[in-house]
């Protein structure tokens, strides 16, 4: 039995403003018409996963237990976590290192986390990586 992952959903107290935040990092798409939510995706309707912002009224009050780990693909990631903090994103985790490995973690502006990691180009210029996996 396979699946489909359809939406990772948001709960938020401001869907189309968290929707456009999203929009601007991803380079994705914003969609909404009369109903309060807001769906963030390449093309709309789409096959591939989007991102579902629903209205809620309380605010978000502990960690997340998931969260999104996003990488550039045209640009670096130190210029997409300077993007982010442009349109209202904190860092609340760098754990970038001096040889350029590593990640940095933030909060969108309602408060959930998420990682900004190397672009595949940035990590193919450092050459493979190997990881060893204790079973």
Request: glycine share 8%.
């Amino acid at each position: 039995m396979t699946i489909q992952i359809r939406h990772l959903t948001f709960d938020c107290t401001d869907a189309r403003k968290l929707g456009g935040f999203w929009s601007a990092i991803t380079g994705w798409h914003l969609f909404y018409d009369e109903d309060p939510e807001v769906i963030v995706a390449k093309s709309f309707p789409s096959t591939e996963m989007m991102l579902l912002f629903v209205p809620v009224p309380e605010a978000k009050s502990a960690k997340n237990r998931v969260h999104i780990d996003i990488k550039p693909e045209d640009s670096t990631r130190d210029e997409l976590v300077e993007r982010a903090l442009e349109l209202g994103a904190t860092v609340f985790g760098d754990h970038r290192k001096e040889d350029g490995t590593g990640f940095v973690a933030l909060r969108d502006p309602e408060g959930n986390e998420f990682c900004v990691e190397r672009g595949e180009h940035e990590m193919a210029s450092r050459g493979p990586m190997t990881i060893g996996l204790k079973i």
